[in-house]
């Protein structure tokens, strides 16, 4: 079917609290991602996975931790969430990473702070 | 360094077309990708380049000149419906993932 599915669509947390974002891909991708998007900045890639347990820091990895133990599944997880991390998330999937691969995103998770 | 740029918003109108431009600066070139994003949704990929020149796809053409760093996405036939965000992404130095420019937002009018 193609999908990159995110668990939950919308999040409120407060501050101090710990927060899980899962997603899901049914592509058999080996390679996933976690962006974020926020007004004025764009997408920015927080962790990137090769592979099951094969997990490389982005851009702005601070604050966030990831998992991945099955192919098709990739979590992020925010430790003590914070105010500054409200926003949107995107998980992605691409085939591998090469130049003329197509990334596949989820909907997305809304996710609040307060 | 790497970057992409965009300008922030294109105003159209319903069956003229829009360009939106693109600038980039990266490593070492891989391809650059057009993805479209409207409000409240996911990014969709619509386009990616490699070869300098246009790209026609038909409703979605695509330019890029590698030596200026520099590609624009072309619009043509207008509908309502082009309405929606349009990102510009090249692959990072490490060929690992797709660096994002802000968006162009295109609004098309009646």
């Known amino acids: 079917d193609m999908k990159v599915t995110q668990m939950p669509r919308y999040l409120i947390k407060r501050m101090g609290e710990n927060v899980l974002l899962e997603c899901g891909q049914d592509m058999s991708h080996e390679t996933m991602y976690w962006y974020r998007q926020d007004p004025g900045l764009g997408l920015q890639l927080i962790y990137i996975s090769y592979d099951v347990d094969s997990n490389s820091e982005g851009d702005i990895p601070k604050g966030y931790r990831v998992s991945r133990k099955k192919r098709e599944h990739f979590s992020l997880i925010l430790d003590s969430a914070k105010t500054n991390q409200t926003s949107v998330y995107f998980c992605a999937s691409s085939l591998s990473t090469g130049g003329r691969t197509e990334v596949f995103f989820g909907k997305g998770t809304r996710l609040t702070v307060v | 360094g790497q970057g992409v740029e965009q300008p922030d918003n294109l105003m159209s109108v319903e069956g003229t077309f829009a360009r939106v431009n693109c600038t980039y600066s990266t490593s070492g070139f891989n391809g650059l990708s057009w993805y479209q994003q409207r409000e409240g949704h996911a990014p969709v990929f619509l386009s990616y380049v490699v070869l300098d020149g246009l790209k026609d796809s038909g409703h979605f053409s695509t330019f890029l000149s590698r030596s200026n760093g520099y590609s624009y996405l072309l619009l043509t036939e207008l509908q309502i419906k082009d309405s929606a965000s349009y990102l510009c992404?090249?692959?990072?130095?490490?060929?690992?993932?797709?660096?994002f420019g802000t968006g162009t937002t295109v609004s098309v009018s009646p």
């Open positions: 992404a090249v692959r990072d130095q490490g060929g690992r993932a797709l660096i």
